[in-house]
């Protein structure tokens, strides 16, 4: 039976959100709530959206899809913990004022500057699309780092993830890869200076292959001189 037949059921109907007839990445999580807690959010956003009919302010729906997001990604209480979770991370002082610092970035976002694509599979060209829809590979593939020049123009910069909707980091690349944030910073003598080159790569992968990539990218890292690395998991 199709997802759009008459006889689908509302357990069908969200599901198919992630990945299915009626993708939607803003929606995915829903995936991950009862029927009972999509049905509830759902009427509570529908009567939002009556009240801003009148008010116009459409803030409200906005936070009430942001706290089920917050609700349909969270484990329950009682479910193990994920199979790639650290209970505590080495902690390294900052051993100099940030304003004395050098400054990189990693993102998780799937940046990549035009005319430098990483090409997935080999593949030239990938389109956003083709990324959504086989998601399932990007999850056992080898994770690839893009070097990202920190004076790129944001004209300049590409991006594709199908873990995401990309569309804001689309119309501004600073939602997901905030380059002209960290410029303003620097020009208000907030930091010493940006690290010549910046980093990131599409966080929909294969986990175990990552950190076999790892050690790489941190020697490549380290070559940048960096103090601080603002980091930017999407």
Known sequence: MGDHEQN??????????????????NFKFFKGMSDEQ???FLQDLLHKLG?????????PLIEAAYEAQAEGYSPEPDAPPPRN?????PFTPLEKAIANSTVGMLTTSGHFVAGDDPM??????????????????FLREIPLLSEIPSDTP??????RHGGYDIRSAVRDPNVTFPIDRLREVQARGGVRRLAST????????????LRSELPGWVERIHEEEIDVMLLVPV
């Open 51 to 59: 009240d801003a009919y009148d008010t116009g302010d459409v803030l």
């Open 38 to 40: 999509v049905a509830s």
């Open 85 to 89: 979770s650290f209970e505590e991370g």
């Open 154 to 159: 944001t004209s300049d910069l590409r991006v």
């Open 120 to 137: 997935p599979f080999g593949e030239a060209s990938l389109t956003q699309e083709d990324a959504v829809n086989r998601i399932n590979e």
């Open 8 to 25: 689908e059921s509302f357990e069908a109907f969200r599901k198919s959100l992630s990945y299915g007839s009626r993708n939607d990445l």
């Open 198 to 209: 910046f980093f990131s790569f599409p966080g929909a992968t294969s986990q175990g292959r």
